[in-house]
């Protein structure tokens, strides 16, 4: 019966202690581990902020060079494109260059200048009415008024072509002057 | 073996008829057609349909295609009425063969003029007798008889209406020539060339690329034309049976050929100086010489039939107009005043006129002027779409001419005083540049 109750007494004392002693082995642990993860963490945390930052900044350099890139190469492509869609125009059975004919010559004066290695070839283009002949020497005539007023402002010879298409290429087939003020052109291909 | 044999037959039966009938008294020329104003007033003629020898259903359809081909060919040129047959009085199967015809039955009906034929078909070659009447005197004019396989009828028709014609007129007329023109049927501008009535066109240029102006060389062996082949108007000169021949391809523009006539010389428009010029060739395309010099367009060069002159387009008053070089003096003088828009200038080859498109008013028309004198100016189209490129026919009774006057643009013929205007053909896509071939082509 005694021994029992020593046991009972035992354990009273055993297993508070017990709990105690893990209790505060636990706590003085935990203590410990809390203050490394914190430092860790926050290098970490910075560590890893400083990185997106600099991803960031370099990705913001990248996409501002891309867009300067892309933005030069969209005004090259836009000046390209401008160079072959911008024609000019003649009055009917004329070949001398209108004021507006001699300005669009001057920005494509200003391509040619800027892209030495490139050569075009000049088309003239008539409107429908008259004869196939006689029109085919007035593109001619038109191409050539466009070709040497390029030469007068500095462009290489060399550089240009001309081909007379006559009546043959309507920009507009329709039959009105409307069409036809669109069909006597000088038209204008990068080779 | 069969087609040498063909040959020979069509040789000995197209080239020298088998024999002729044609009495003394008919070799004197008739004054039946005025060339000078033969529209005025169109001789009727009876073509009765023609008697067939055996009676045989293939002969009998053969012998109305013939009698019909010779009356549409003769009615083409513009200087014939051709009588119904319905208004006929004589019994065509016993009246109108041989010697005993009761020309009182063709004068009742007011026919001037009377052609008969009988034909015989054995073994799929005909045999052809015909022959032209003046009604009122009773007389043969010209009888001839053809032999050849049925395929040749078409050729024996022509060759008899060539006869006629010139024992009429004292020309050999059209009937062998052919006409040249521009198509856009196949997808691009091509060469076809049909005969003078626009039957049996064929393609002649298979570019795949733009392809104009055909123009004949005199003895029409030769076709030069424009071809934009690679990629740029260059002067092609080819022989038409062997095609052989020669390319000019300079800088610039390369156009508007004219052969000089009775030479292997041709005129055309060259821009490799910077402005287009009318230069001589020889028939391999090497330079002569220059014709024109002179600031602005030179173009269109067409010769006079003794090739002393030459007409051509101009730029140089500011529009252009048709001025003629005499090409010994070189001296030029201004021929067209009227209008601001005149070109595509053809001479006739009688000499005496010039045919040309001019535009006025926002229409273009077919004019003629006389070469000489005060330069009298005729209208020949109007009120009928643009009318442009027109090309005599060998005789110079007739001008073909493209048109619009039905939409797209077609070739049409007209007699050279404006009259019969009559479509030629119509192809798909739409036909430009008529150029009519010299009158005998051997081919």
């Not at chain 2, 359809?61 to 003769?74: D, F, G, M």
């Not at chain 2, 007329?173 to 064929?202: M, P, Q, R, T, W």
């Not at chain 2, 020669?246 to 428009?269: D, E, H, M, R, Y």
Request: glycine content about 8%.
């Amino acid at each position: 019966m005694k021994k029992k109750l020593w046991i009972c007494v035992a354990l009273l004392l055993v297993i508070p202690g017990l709990l105690m002693v893990t209790s505060c082995a636990k706590k003085t642990v935990k203590a410990d581990t809390t203050q490394e993860d914190e430092a860790a963490k926050l290098a970490a945390e910075k560590a890893r902020q400083e990185e997106i930052d600099r991803q960031r900044d370099r990705q913001r350099a990248i996409d501002e060079e891309n867009l300067q890139k892309e933005a030069a190469r969209r005004k090259i492509i836009a000046a390209r494109n401008l160079f072959m869609s911008e024609n000019i125009y003649f009055d009917f059975d004329k070949y001398n260059l209108k004021p507006e004919a001699q300005e669009v010559l001057k920005t494509k004066a200003e391509w040619l200048r800027n892209n030495s290695g490139e050569s075009i070839i000049i088309e003239g283009h008539c409107d429908e009415r008259g004869t196939n002949e006689y029109n085919l020497a007035l593109g001619d005539r038109r191409a050539q008024s466009a070709n040497n007023f390029l030469i007068d402002l500095g462009i290489a010879e060399s550089r240009l072509t001309t081909i007379s298409y006559g009546e043959e290429q309507p920009a507009d087939p329709r039959h009105n002057e409307d069409a036809w003020s669109k069909n006597r052109r000088a038209h204008f291909v990068i080779e | 073996m069969l087609n040498k044999r063909v040959i020979k037959i069509i040789f000995i039966c197209l080239i020298a008829p088998v024999f002729l009938i044609e009495s003394a008294h008919c070799r004197t020329e008739y004054d039946y057609i005025d060339i000078n104003n033969p529209f005025i007033r169109k001789i009727p003629i009876a073509v009765p349909l023609f008697k067939s020898m055996s009676g045989s259903e293939k002969e009998k359809v053969l012998s109305k295609e013939a009698s019909n081909l010779l009356s549409r060919s003769l009615e083409f040129t513009g200087y014939f009425k051709i009588i119904d047959r319905d208004a006929y009085l004589a019994d065509p199967k016993t009246d109108t063969i041989g010697s005993n015809i009761n020309f009182k039955n063709w004068t009742g009906i007011g026919a001037e003029l009377l052609i008969t034929g009988s034909l015989f078909l054995k073994d799929n070659v005909i045999e052809m007798e015909l022959r032209l009447y003046d009604t009122f005197k009773g007389l043969l004019i010209v009888g001839k008889r053809y032999k050849g396989v049925v395929n040749n009828q078409r050729k024996m028709i022509h060759r008899f209406c060539g006869e006629i014609i010139y024992k009429l007129t004292g020309n050999r007329g059209i009937f062998d020539s052919k006409i040249a023109f521009v198509s856009s049927g196949s997808g691009n501008k091509n060469i076809y060339l049909c005969e003078f009535d626009g039957h049996n066109s064929e393609q002649l240029t298979y570019n795949k690329s733009i392809t104009l102006s055909p123009a004949w060389s005199s003895d029409a062996k030769w076709i030069a034309y424009t071809s934009y082949s690679k990629g740029k108007p260059d002067l092609y000169i080819k022989n038409l049976k062997d095609k052989h021949g020669a390319v000019v391809a300079k800088k610039g523009i390369n156009i508007s050929p004219a052969w000089v006539p009775g030479k292997f010389q041709l005129a055309a428009t060259l821009s490799f100086s910077g402005d287009p010029e009318i230069y001589l060739l020889t028939g391999k395309g090497e330079i002569v010489k220059n014709l024109t010099n002179n600031w602005g367009i030179d173009v269109s060069p067409t010769f006079s039939p003794d090739g002393k002159k030459m007409a051509f387009v101009s730029s140089r008053s500011g529009f252009p107009q048709i001025y003629i070089m005499d090409l010994d003096s070189g001296q030029v003088k201004r021929l067209t005043f009227q209008g601001k828009y005149n070109t595509s200038p053809s001479w006739s080859p009688r000499g005496d006129k010039i045919a040309y498109s001019g535009m006025q008013n926002g229409e273009i028309n077919i004019y003629t002027i006389d070469v000489k004198g005060e330069g009298l100016t005729v209208q020949l189209t109007q009120n009928s779409g643009n009318n442009e490129s027109p090309t005599w026919s060998p005789d110079g009774s007739l001008i073909a001419f493209s048109s619009t006057r039905e939409g797209p643009s077609r070739i049409y013929v007209m007699t050279a005083y404006g009259t019969d205007q009559r479509r030629l053909l119509a192809l798909p896509g739409e036909q430009t540049n008529p150029e009519w071939s010299p009158g005998v082509i051997d081919n």
